[in-house]
């Protein structure tokens, strides 16, 4: 067989193209469009109007004062301590002070000058004063100058302490009136009105 030396230069035998290129203008092409899209994105979330959502502000809301008188249990025995709690509710309203009316039956129970048992609402409690021919006891909690009022739900007056002395039904209750001034009151800070409009009482059977 006779060599044949082929010249590769003259043939038409061709090198493939380079793939590089192509490749690179597709990237270049998809890396435009998502700069193009995030920039379009980005334009239109700064020309959208902020909603600007403004909270309305609470409105504290006044309701009547209340006293609450409340025992343990509904009977005692002869000789027993019968407690009384005494709970406030303010009605959200600033108060200096809370007085108390009691009434109760001498026959059946008796108090004394000791009988209150301070709580945590008021910061003073005057002296008690006893009227044991009729049956009534007054006490008084205030607020020192130095604090700006009581204002709570079920606040603690203290506990009033009796003793029974003889058996029998009896109650014991607040003298309230609205407006009034003699009997039990609940006086607001700033305008010394008397903001009391419920109170409650208790009945026990003493044994």
């Known amino acids: 067989m006779d060599n044949q030396i082929f010249n590769y230069q003259n043939s038409d035998f061709q090198k493939p193209p380079k793939a590089g290129l192509p490749i690179l203008r597709i990237i270049f092409f998809i890396f435009a469009a998502v700069i193009a899209f995030e920039l379009l994105m980005g334009a239109k979330t700064l020309l959208t109007p902020i909603k600007v959502i403004q909270k309305t502000p609470s409105t504290v809301v ?8 409340s025992t343990l249990q509904s009977s005692y025995g002869v ?14 309203h600033l108060t200096s002070g809370v007085d108390l009316v009691l009434k109760y ?9 000791a009988a209150l048992i301070k709580g945590s609402a008021f910061d003073e409690y005057p ?20 604090k700006l009022g009581f204002n ?11 003793t029974a002395i003889s ?41």
């Not at 039956?105 to 000058?113: C, F, K």
């Not at 709570?152 to 009796?162: A, L, M, S, T, Y």
């Not at 003699?182 to 008397?194: A, G, I, Q, R, W």
């Open 62 to 69: 006044l309701s009547e004062g209340v006293i609450n008188l």
């Open 79 to 92: 000789s027993e301590t019968v407690p009384v709690a005494v709970k406030v509710s303010t009605g959200n």
């Open 105 to 113: 039956d001498p026959v059946i129970l008796e108090a004394s000058s």
């Open 127 to 146: 002296d008690v004063n006893i009227d044991s021919k009729n049956g009534i006891l007054r006490a008084s909690g205030v607020v020192s100058p130095a």
């Open 152 to 162: 709570g739900n079920n606040g603690d007056f203290g506990v009033i302490n009796f």
């Open 167 to 207: 058996k029998g039904m009896t109650t014991i209750s607040l003298e309230f009136s609205p407006n009034a001034t003699d009997d039990s009151n609940m006086v607001e800070l700033e305008t010394n009105k008397d903001v009391l409009g419920k109170v409650s009482s208790v009945k026990i059977n003493i044994q």
